[in-house]
């Protein structure tokens, strides 16, 4: 009994199923080792004090799950080949605390609507036919998918039906399933913009598409850059370009949809957050200008929370089948009670209601930081103020980027470097920042420590110390890009 070093505590009921779960994670730590012999269930039952059936129970459900095995006359003994579980390998170090996170890509998880989503959970457990929580259209819920074409043809200008709709679990989801059937109409690359999300980087190349950068300036993705690719199908972000922050210029969304109808090209239309526009209404998608050569995709990853997984995918018809087929077969499809839930707070407005108080939240994040940085930053350029929930910020001319992010760190501030973002194109050393998670005081204090931290990695003294920095003006916060 000893070598089992049992940690079971005898007193309270469910004895059989903690003294399971007692000796199952003895086995699983190597006591005994796998061909060792336990001891008898009357030995075992006498020393822990317990009824000798007990621990015949116990043993008979190790046996069941391959754990243990019992040969008559020989007694009970570990199975071979069950080795013991690695011990925990403890989390890297950090090196330095992080007192402002203002890496980009999370919302305020506080603002998540618990109540309204609360509400709308219990609704759909009252409305929905208990045939209603079976295996359904793996293309979703057709409530929310009809929810989904008036939404997005009210709010972003798509034209879609609910049949052209298939909600999927984010984005990501969205684009996995997207581009294995870009690779069986013989896609072996995607165009994609310059620099651009690592993230998604990452994941075509996991699916097996190669992705091709497309410089980005002022105006957006190079159309002209793009034919010249070779490239088939391109995957943009028009909205609110990711990372530079800049929206697709009116002729660049022009010549792009050109080049599709020219070369019967598709792009695939990333609406990560473009429900956030602070000068004026959010720019329509592209979807709308040419339905049957653009794949739209969204999520509430940013305007609710990324734990839902729940986003949608807007597919030309001749797409739209193969792509259905491929969610049944990836997943069967998205939780039903989520998409009631989200098709109510659709139909009676609660997400509008939402996207208007996170809306004016985020602007004044918005505002606090680009102050801010104006005050302890004069000489580096921000971009990408009118939209979304993160910043591009320039760094000042000289300064290494590497550098200015490692001395961020040293002082509590983390911030996404865009050197890692790029694919080919070269640009100055840039930093992201997102504003979306931490308040207003919060903000200007991240501010001036990286004010601090560039400034010391440029060699530069900070602004108001002695001489005048001489950077180079900037437009008032409202009116940059």
């Not at 959010?282 to 339905?291: K, R, S, T």
């Not at 580096?380 to 490692?406: I, K, N, T």
């Amino acid at each position: 009994m000893t070598e089992l070093l049992l940690a079971f505590d005898r007193t309270g009921g469910e004895l059989t199923a903690r003294l399971t779960r007692a000796l199952r994670d003895a086995v699983r730590q190597g006591r005994p080792p796998a061909g060792g012999r336990l001891p008898a269930t009357r030995v075992l039952a006498r020393d822990l004090g317990l009824a000798r059936g007990t621990v015949v129970e116990a043993y008979a459900q190790l046996v069941a799950e391959g754990y243990l095995v019992s040969i008559p006359g020989s007694g009970t003994r570990v199975a071979d080949g069950v080795a013991p579980a690695a011990p925990p390998v403890p989390p890297p170090a950090t090196g330095h605390p992080v007192r402002y996170d203002l890496a980009p890509g999370t919302p305020d998880l506080s603002a998540f609507p618990r109540a309204a989503w609360q509400a709308a959970l219990r609704r759909a457990l009252a409305d929905t036919a208990h045939s209603g929580l079976g295996y359904g259209d793996p293309a979703g819920r057709p409530e929310l998918r009809a929810a989904l074409a008036a939404s997005l043809g009210r709010v972003r200008g798509a034209a879609a039906t609910g049949r052209q709709v298939i909600v999927v679990g984010g984005v990501a989801q969205g684009l996995a399933l997207l581009v294995g059937q870009l690779r069986q109409h013989g896609h072996r690359t995607l165009a994609v913009e310059d620099p651009c999300s690592p993230g998604t980087l990452d994941l075509l190349r996991a699916h097996g598409i190669e992705p091709v950068g497309v410089p980005v300036d002022t105006d957006g993705l190079d159309v002209a850059a793009l034919a010249a690719t070779g490239s088939r199908a391109v995957l943009v972000t028009p909205a609110h370009q990711y990372p530079t922050g800049v929206v697709l210029a009116p002729g660049r969304r022009a010549a792009l949809i050109a080049w599709a109808r020219v070369t019967g090209g598709l792009v695939v239309e990333d609406d990560y957050d473009a429900e956030f526009r602070y000068d004026r209404e959010p720019v329509g998608c592209l979807q709308g200008l040419a339905p049957d050569h653009v794949v739209h995709l969204g999520s509430l990853s940013k305007t609710l929370a990324p734990g839902l997984r729940l986003g949608w995918a807007v597919l030309p018809d001749a797409w739209a089948d193969g792509f259905r087929e491929a969610k049944r077969y990836a997943d069967l499809g998205c939780s039903v009670l989520d998409q009631l839930a989200f098709a109510r707070l659709l139909a009676d407005g609660g997400h509008d209601r939402h996207l208007r108080a996170v809306r004016a939240r985020y602007r004044s994040r918005r505002d606090a930081l680009a102050e801010a940085l104006a005050r302890h930053l004069p000489d580096a350029a921000v971009r990408g103020v009118a939209a979304g929930l993160h910043l591009h910020l320039d760094l000042p001319d000289g300064c290494a980027e590497a550098e200015a992010v490692a001395a961020a760190a040293e002082r509590g501030v983390r911030v996404e470097p865009v050197t890692p973002m790029r694919l080919e194109s070269e640009g100055a050393p840039a930093v992201v920042l997102g504003y979306a998670a931490l308040p207003e005081r919060a903000l200007a204090e991240a501010a001036r420590l990286l004010g601090q931290a560039v400034t010391a990695s440029c060699g530069r003294r900070p602004a108001g110390a002695g001489a005048p920095t001489g950077g180079r003006p900037r437009p008032p916060a409202g009116r940059r890009r």
